[in-house]
């Protein structure tokens, strides 16, 4: 901000602290930092400039070593007593004989001037010895210089360690072998050299790092049969082996967890790449193992079934989403209830899908169990394993015609008409029931059969079920005629259906909500959350989906604004009333919310899985509540209607109700309002005729 500019602002600022407006409250007014302000207004500075400054090389320091100390220093460290010690071996025993009156840190700083800090045994007497040189090896062509090291990879469980062994030819950066172990072994790194040597041929040279491995007498002579020269990094250098170093760098971070071994798969053959991208890394869940590797892994898990090597992930996935203990515990259960289905019937991990958990509810219902005997029970866990990938996921069958005609009607809704999830659900779960009842004779579709399922199917089912049902067979049937399956428009045959409600709904009033609002224990975070939506609710005549939609981002508290999400994906912008943005705030500042990473919900469960509350969950609020303080059953859309009531009693007139109300026809709004005929004799238009 310019310097006149912010002139400009202290004087807007002045003039309303002289209306007596506090200093803080207009700073926040105009704009301006009240730091700002101060700093301006009251010629305040950050600093006194010194008139004559002294550098600091040139200060007097009163901790300062003197010379006589700083060669007393020097004396130990060239000392033949301490010349095999280290730095801070001998400043401990200096100062334990007098010899150094410093400090640790002060007794480094004077070795490092003297050069005398790291392998101090090179050293002795005063001696010194040259720096090993950096070794260069040239590569020109495939198969000149090989680079190898090992790399420790995790396995599923937190315990499970593993030894990556992988040589790279440096020019191509081609894996010409690698092998998995439990440990590192000498022996077996001769035996997978000798067999990259058979099917390559000898590299001239073979660098690796320092390890014990690497610098085994076995595998240099093993080496230096073949004619190969060992190449090695110096000490303390990390960058003399970059190419196997950057490999375990690619390696690992891409690994999950969860699957980063899995036993009887192995890679397939890797074609040279430029970089380093080859199959370990695309297909690192599939790394094969050794025998003695996976003969060590089935003694550590016994007579466990395929998934036993789940359940910690499993568990502390459960933790992280809210689950309580009791309710981890439960979790883990029906995991290892179909770990033990898949051992006893010698299937793996893979072969788990819907048909085999309707075998093992069958045959727990035969065995007279109580517990987990519903298909509902076993898909938090299979939901987890297929996430992680251990289970294919479920896919409906491309043969069957039913899927193929619902998955082009489910593009139809989404691309065409725009509905959201709740409706096409209902869509689909209609125009399924319809093509199973009519065995898909699609294109012989009559008329007559349109009219014959309507009136077989209401007869059998409530009156608003009915209306829905015809609503989406409609839409049904004029997707059939657009995508020209049916040669007629058949969705004109469809039946009109009567019936109209037979009750006035409930009319809910200031002192009926106020009612709701002491049922809200706002002592409780969930006291606060159905504080917030209750108001929400009332105030602003949501819809419960709307309530579910807010995001934290929707509010704009310096305009006070909300941003609703309607019907049709419309974005409209509302007032926000003051005691709705309160509500809002001790929710979001008093409560405790437990947000998972990534979600921008506004109300969120309290209870596991957490997460964005449904729009279902936001009727249960309305539900609770007005049971709790003893008012009739009602759901979110009751306090809709209550809203447009009392917009009506005090006095707004029809279309500013349907504004606020977002509908776009005044009948509409007429049936959501409970009023006497006097507030509804100006919907009502003159009869001809009448005097």
């Not at 949501?542 to 305009?559: K, P, Q, S, T």
Request: glycine letters at 8%; aromatic letters at 8%; charged letters at 25%.
């Amino acid at each position: 901000m310019a310097r006149t500019q912010q002139i400009a602002l202290i004087g807007f600022v002045d003039e309303l602290t002289a209306t007596g407006i506090g200093v803080r409250a207009a700073c926040g007014l105009v704009g301006l930092p009240r730091s700002t302000y101060y700093r301006l207004t009251h010629h305040y500075r950050h600093y006194r400039p010194v008139t004559d400054p002294i550098p600091q090389k040139n200060r007097q320091q009163p901790a300062t070593l003197t010379a006589a100390e700083r060669a007393a220093g020097v004396s130990a460290l060239e000392s033949a007593e301490y010349a095999e010690l280290s730095v801070v071996q001998t400043y401990w025993r200096a100062f334990d004989a007098g010899l150094v009156c410093c400090s640790e840190r002060t007794f480094y700083r004077v070795a490092a001037e003297q050069n005398m800090v790291g392998d101090r045994r090179r050293r002795k007497h005063g001696g010194g010895s040259a720096s090993r040189h950096k070794p260069i090896v040239h590569c020109g062509r495939v198969g000149e210089l090989w680079s190898w090291d090992v790399t420790e990879l995790r396995g599923p469980r937190t315990q499970d360690r593993y030894k990556l062994y992988l040589v790279i030819d440096v020019f191509s950066r081609y894996p010409v072998a690698w092998r998995i172990e439990y440990t590192e072994n000498t022996q077996r790194a001769v035996d997978m050299f000798a067999a990259a040597i058979a099917e390559h041929g000898a590299p001239g040279v073979v660098h690796a790092d320092n390890g014990a491995i690497m610098r085994a007498h076995t595998l240099v002579e093993a080496l230096a049969d073949n004619g190969v020269l060992a190449s090695y990094t110096r000490p303390r250098v990390s960058d003399d082996n970059p190419f196997s170093d950057y490999a375990g760098s690619v390696i690992m971070p891409r690994m999950n967890p969860c699957e980063r071994v899995r036993a009887g798969r192995r890679l397939p053959r890797a074609e040279p790449f430029g970089i380093i991208t080859w199959p370990i890394d695309a297909y690192s869940v599939q790394i094969f193992r050794s025998e003695e590797a996976e003969m060590k892994m089935r003694q550590s898990v016994g007579d466990a079934g395929p998934l036993s090597l789940y359940a910690e992930g499993f568990g502390e996935n459960l933790e992280g989403r809210g689950y309580a203990p009791d309710s981890v515990r439960w979790r883990l259960r029906q995991l290892a209830a179909l770990d033990r289905w898949l051992r006893d019937h010698r299937l793996a991990a893979g072969d788990l899908d819907a048909a085999c958990v309707d075998r093992l509810v069958a045959a727990r219902r035969a065995e007279g169990r109580t517990t987990l005997v519903a298909v509902a029970n076993f898909s938090v866990p299979i939901s987890y394993l297929r996430e992680i990938g251990v289970v294919p996921p479920e896919v409906s069958s491309q043969l069957d015609p039913v899927s193929q005609i619902l998955g082009r009607y489910r593009s139809y809704l989404v691309t065409e008409r725009g509905l959201v999830e709740s409706s096409i659900s209902v869509n689909l779960r209609v125009a399924e029931s319809f093509c199973r009842k009519q065995a898909l004779r699609l294109e012989e579709l009559s008329a007559a059969e349109v009219t014959a399922y309507i009136v077989a199917f209401s007869a059998r089912s409530s009156i608003g079920w009915s209306k829905k049902t015809v609503s989406a067979l409609a839409s049904f049937l004029r997707f059939l005629h657009v995508t020209g399956v049916t040669a007629q428009p058949l969705a004109a045959a469809l039946p009109k259906l009567a019936g109209h409600r037979r009750t006035v709904p409930c009319e809910l009033d200031e002192y009926d909500f106020a009612r709701l609002l002491g049922g809200c224990d706002c002592s409780r975070d969930v006291g606060l959350r159905d504080c917030a939506i209750l108001t929400v609710l009332w105030r602003l005549g949501l819809r419960r989906g709307e309530v579910a939609g807010l995001r934290v981002d929707d509010i704009d508290w310096r305009r006070g604004e909300i941003t609703i999400r309607g019907k049709g994906h419309r974005h409209e912008l509302l007032p926000m009333p003051i005691d709705v943005g309160e509500a809002i705030v001790r929710y979001l500042h008093d409560g405790h919310r437990r947000v998972p990473p990534g979600c921008r919900a506004l109300f969120v469960q309290v209870r596991a899985p957490e997460g964005a509350m449904s729009p279902d969950g936001v009727g249960d609020v309305v539900a609770r509540v007005s049971r709790r303080v003893g008012l009739p059953a009602m759901g979110a859309h009751r306090l809709r209607h209550g809203t447009a009531t009392q917009l009506v009693r005090n006095g707004a007139s029809w279309p500013e109700i349907a504004q606020v109300m977002r509908h776009r026809t005044v009948a509409v709004t007429a049936s959501y309002a409970t009023v006497d005929p006097v507030l509804t004799s100006e919907l009502a238009r003159p009869w001809p005729g009448a005097l």
